[in-house]
């Protein structure tokens, strides 16, 4: 019973509820399929004159799913945090945010690929930003299941496994 307790509460919360590799926003590419991101102040403000890219690279076409932990605190119309699906230089940009106290839109990056920008200037630094991404990916196709034909007097069956 514990343990179906335990494994329907996974379930229920979803990605959420496993355990994530948090980042602190800086230049760097990674892979994991799912984690949470904070800006450079990782819980304090970020820093001044930022202009960082944070890179999530998975398959080509697994969407990943961008949400947002709590509400955004970021020096409207100075400091932005702009996510694009694919690279910044060529992708199409999902969403750049500004602004304080309001949790923004989640959005997904259709490529494989999330880029993450954050900019500040050299004046006001406030709390920043909290998000969790998650890869989408497909749900593997099941083996095709037959039962081999057995003898009249067979006590068992055998079972054959292929590839759709």
């Not at 904070?38 to 690279?57: H, K, P, R």
């Not at 709590?70 to 932005?80: L, P, S």
């Not at 993450?116 to 083996?143: K, M, R, Y």
Request: contains cysteine; charged residues 15%.
């Amino acid at each position: 019973m514990r343990k179906a307790l335990v494994f329907l509460t996974i379930v229920w919360l979803g990605p959420s509820a496993w355990s994530q590799t948090e980042f602190v926003m800086d230049n760097l590419l990674v892979t994991e399929c799912f984690g949470q991101l904070v800006d450079s102040g990782d819980g304090e403000e970020y820093g001044s004159n930022e202009n960082l890219v944070f890179t999530v690279e998975l398959e080509e076409d697994v969407p990943i799913l961008v949400n947002f932990i709590g509400a955004v605190c970021i020096e409207e119309g100075f400091d932005f945090l702009t996510l694009w699906d694919g690279p910044a230089d060529s992708g199409v940009m999902l969403s750049q945010i500004t602004g304080l106290d309001f949790v923004p839109e989640s959005v997904i990056a259709a490529s494989g690929t999330l880029t993450v920008v954050f900019t500040s200037d050299n004046s006001l630094n406030l709390c920043g930003f909290e998000l969790e991404w998650i890869g989408q990916a497909p749900l593997p196709e099941p083996p095709l299941v037959s039962v081999v034909p057995v003898e009249c007097a067979a006590t068992g069956l055998d079972f054959g496994f292929s590839t759709p």
